[in-house]
């Protein structure tokens, strides 16, 4: 089954060898296409990233069957096509236009016939140029969104390539050159692996064609299957540091953390795979990374492609440079620079990503630690050699015991560095370790035994096609690949069919719904609302969903904190909405009137026979992202005037204190405040969260050192006994046992000082406008409002029956659009209609 | 002397970095880079192996799987560095 693999001459006409390698009859295509078209619904029904990379998908599925056929020659050049075509497909055609020419630059520079020195110099030029708007230093033409994609073609690939035009003499053709800075799938992935120059032209139709695009198709499905464990992790077992308090939920947190590295490795399985189709039979890009022993075994297993890159161009060239002061120092000091700069082109890449130059300690730590621990390894290898074998290891069970103790103390000790490097700071990786101190109970031998199950499991030796020995014996391996890919793909799709899985039982059916698309995590979810809340977003690292989606964020999107609305107060508060003030924003005029509230005007007497309602709420009452008439306060006020619900009342008033990144602790100094306008109805208005944002205020205000005016909320944070001088994460941690208290008392006060000024208590909860799982504590927090006294409202299904992409801003900003309001106004009407003694009352007040 | 080459690079391999393996099991065309017998520490001391033995100099960018993933590679790049080899 396996063919020698051979060396045609990268550029020159194809061989007979390729030739043969190129055909493939119609049984085999005709099976291949068969599970060509199953992929594609794997990828459908479990939302495989993005729309976009759906339709490209599919477009490279029918463009392989064209492909497939055609001759040898125009392969490639078809590739080419595709690939470029590709570029304005999935990104726009202004967008996609300037990627090409702005590529088409950088290839033409690199072919120029002057001196390699010239052709450098005009390349470096190119890129600081383009650093400099990508800086924002620089004015450019193009939209925001082109970066991450033309960085991710072009930052690394342009080095080795231009390496290679330096050291090989071979000649490049245009659809080598276009085909491999634009090759498709990159249009769709901003994280792309670095694949070789030498290793795409060599690797062309290389081998056998059905063995190679039944590859790409094992190497997708593979990739998927990396990328639903991904999502399991990511939504049910990664945990925030503050909630890690004892040593299960220790383990628990850095294996998880650790593991959330399958979404690199399965988009990258996905990636290699589809270039499979085309005929590029590449090297895998990674190779069993949770299986290594040994920290070079590790560096050689994960993320290969990054290690050749290394490796190729900055590796040998140092080690060759010094050796004149001795093969070990020169090993060792070039490892140690390998990891120095790994560190230095992660913070290149993430500057062409995301626009900003990555800093952080704990960042350089991590690789320091490893590049030391590698070069101890390194040395230890040319001092001793390492096993290796031509066939299958004679295994005895000593060595069995001895590899699998390996693994696992390996495997441990990469969670332990991983948890370093995906902290918020070394500080907050600091305090993870205090769980440690916390009980022990028999849940700690959860994840050292699952991680133990899994590399026993791991280190049973499998058939492999290459390594066999006899025909029957690589059947037998290429069989059992065959059953193990086709399984899974079938198995898959049939899994995820709503009919199948909800005959499995609540919890599964449950649990494949979840994994059927791509959401946001709780923790995630948290930390978008933070980056609304407090105008900062730490996403730094590359395999983070969020980044993904914040990643798309024009950097022109206009913020709340840019309009000069809000303004600094000092006290509990800290900020509030600048009263008199109105600012014009691309969503229409945001007027702040004298109350400063985001309304028309009000007396600040309340007329006679006049429901006056105050309206408290974070942004989603404020109305970011809508006209002043279109907040759903302002429909639901003029629709409560014109279809009156109560014969009580022959006005009504809502007066909108919303105020964007209010948490419900400052709502306190907000409804204190309205009490001068003399409402008789306060309508709450909870967005998710409650009890954790709570704590999280009370955290910041104490590391603030604010005082805090309310003496329930002090007592709390005193029995809890944080302290200004802590770190987030310990504060947090602390605060966390009393979340539910402290929103008792914030509930508590509304209900009780309403109660005593007259007014009428309404709690409403409107969700956001994102799928996920940050509604876990509506159950709870509505539970604690209903105590308190509120009487409540739940708009939890308000946006049912609708796509949440059609009532939000966009995928990074969950705020309600203008249809969105529409929706919260009519379902409140709806809500009131049903029971007026809520807002209205039985009874006439008095006036 | 092709054949004599060979051996010799053949023998350097099963000693340094395949002991007690069974020589047959290396063949002209075993792929050893692509097969993770020879890693890049493995490569260099390869290296400076041939650099002695033959008395030619490699460069950083020869250091690759076109070279040396097979025996017939490496004896082919050898020729190319002392045809005299060849002989």
Same mark, same amino acid.
């Given at each position: 089954m396996h063919s020698a693999i051979t060396s045609s001459a990268i550029g020159a006409p194809a061989s007979d060898a390729t030739q043969a390698h190129g055909r493939i009859t119609l049984f085999d295509f005709a099976v291949i296409a068969l599970q060509l078209g199953l992929v594609l619904v794997l990828f459908r029904q479990f939302q495989i990233e993005s729309t976009a990379f759906l339709q490209l998908a599919a477009i490279v599925f029918v463009a392989f069957a064209v492909h497939a056929f055609l001759p040898l020659r125009m392969r490639l050049p078809f590739f080419a096509v595709l690939s470029v075509v590709s570029v304005p497909l999935a990104m726009g055609l202004s967008n996609g236009l300037w990627i090409l020419a702005i590529g088409s630059l950088f290839i033409a520079i690199c072919h120029l016939r002057v001196s390699i020195n010239l052709r450098a110099t005009a390349l470096l030029l190119v890129a600081a140029l383009l650093a400099a708007q990508r800086a924002t230093l620089l004015p450019f033409p193009w939209h925001d969104a082109i970066w991450p994609i033309l960085g991710s073609m072009f930052m690394f690939r342009l080095i080795v390539y231009f390496y290679d035009l330096r050291h090989d003499s071979t000649p490049v053709t245009l659809a080598q050159s276009v085909g491999y800075f634009f090759m498709v799938p990159n249009v769709c992935f901003p994280l792309f692996p670095v694949v070789d120059s030498q290793a795409f032209r060599r690797s062309h139709y290389s081998v056998d064609a059905r063995q190679t695009y039944q590859r790409g198709i094992d190497w997708m499905v593979r990739g998927v299957v990396h990328l639903l464990l991904y999502r399991y992790i990511y939504y049910y077992l990664t945990l925030a540091?503050?909630?890690?308090?004892?040593p299960a939920q220790f383990s628990q947190y850095i294996v998880s953390n650790f593991l959330l590295y399958l979404r690199v490795s399965g988009l990258f399985h996905m990636i290699v795979g589809m270039l499979y189709l085309f005929g590029f039979h590449l090297p895998e890009?990674?190779?069993?990374? %949770? %299986?290594?022993?040994?920290f070079t075994d590790f560096w050689r297993r994960i993320n290969i492609y990054w290690k050749d890159f290394m490796q190729k161009v900055f590796y040998f060239p140092m080690v060759f440079a010094l050796r004149r002061f001795g093969t070990t120092k020169a090993i060792a000091i070039s490892t140690l620079l390998v990891f120095l700069l790994t560190w230095a082109l992660h913070s290149y890449q993430w500057f062409w990503l995301r626009g900003v130059v990555l800093f952080a300690w704990h960042d350089i730590l991590f690789w320091g630690i490893l590049g030391v621990l590698v070069v101890v390894n390194s040395v230890y290898e040319l001092k001793f050699g390492r096993r290796r074998s031509l066939g299958k290891q004679v295994m005895t069970w000593r060595s069995v015991v001895v590899t699998i103790a390996k693994r696992y103390a390996m495997f441990w000790t990469i969670c332990v560095l991983w948890s370093l490097w995906t902290s918020e700071s070394i500080a907050d990786w600091i305090s993870l370790w205090s769980a440690l101190r916390g009980p022990y109970t028999v849940e700690v031998l959860l994840y050292p035994g699952i991680v133990l199950a899994v590399i026993a499991l791991g280190s049973i030796p499998m058939p492999k096609a290459e390594t066999a020995k006899t025909r029957q014996e690589a059947y037998r391996a290429w069989a059992l690949d065959r059953a193990i890919a086709v399984a899974l793909l079938v198995g898959l799709i049939a899994v995820s069919i709503q009919d199948v899985h909800t005959r499995l039982g609540t919890q599964v059916a449950t649990l494949v719904h979840s994994l059927r698309s791509g959401h946001l995590s709780r923790l995630d979810n948290a930390k978008l609302e933070r980056g609304y809340y407090e105008?900062?977003?730490?996403?730094?690292?590359?395999?983070?969903q969020l980044w993904e989606v914040y990643s798309k964020k024009p950097s022109n999107w206009l913020e709340v904190e840019n309009t000069g609305l809000k303004r600094f107060v000092g006290g509990f508060a800290q900020a509030d909405l600048a009263p008199s003030s109105v600012a014009t924003t691309k969503y229409g005029t945001i007027t702040i009137n004298r109350w400063g509230g985001r309304d028309k005007d009000y007396t600040e007497v309340r007329p006679p026979d006049t429901l006056r309602a105050v309206v408290l709420g974070p942004s989603l009452v404020m109305g970011w992202g809508v006209d002043d008439d279109e907040t759903f306060e302002r429909v639901l006020e003029d629709r409560l005037n014109q279809e009156p619900l109560s014969p009580l009342f022959k006005h009504v008033e809502l007066l909108n204190f919303g105020v964007p990144g209010y948490q419900p602790p400052q709502q306190l100094v907000a409804f204190d405040k309205t009490s001068a306008l003399q409402p008789n109805a306060l309508l709450y208005i909870a967005a998710g969260r409650e009890m954790r944002r709570s704590a999280d205020y009370l955290a910041q205000v104490v590391r603030k050192r604010l005082v805090i005016p309310y003496p329930a909320l002090q007592a709390i944070v005193d029995k809890s006994g944080v302290r200004a001088d802590m770190d987030e994460t310990t504060s947090l941690k602390l605060l966390e046992p009393y979340q539910s208290e402290i929103l008792k008392v914030i509930y508590g006060y509304l209900v009780e000082q309403s109660i005593n000024r007259g007014i009428r208590p309404v709690w409403i909860f409107i969700p956001q406008a994102r799928a996920g799982s940050w509604q876990e504590e509506t159950p709870a927090v509505l539970k604690i409002a209903q105590e308190a006294g509120f009487g409540t409202i739940d708009l939890s299904d308000v946006y049912e029956g609708y796509d949440l992409g059609s009532v939000r801003l966009a995928e990074w900003d969950d705020h309600p659009n203008a249809l969105g309001h529409r929706l919260i106004a009519d379902r409140l009407y709806a809500a009131i209609a049903a029971n007026p003694n809520l807002l209205f009352g039985s009874e006439p007040t008095a006036k | 002397m092709s054949d004599a080459v060979r051996d010799k690079i053949k023998d350097y391999i099963m000693q340094e970095f395949l002991p007690g393996e069974d020589p047959s099991e290396l063949t002209a065309t075993t792929p050893l880079i692509s097969g993770g017998i020879l890693d890049s520490i493995a490569a260099l001391k390869l290296v400076m192996f041939l650099e002695q033995e033959y008395g030619v100099a490699f460069e950083a960018h020869e250091v690759n799987r076109d070279n040396l993933d097979s025996l017939t590679s490496i004896v082919q790049l050898l020729i190319s560095k002392k045809p005299a080899l060849a002989r």
């Open positions: 540091p503050s909630e890690v308090t004892d890009t990674h190779n069993r990374y %949770l %299986l290594a022993s040994s105008g900062i977003l730490s996403v730094d690292r590359f395999n983070s | -």
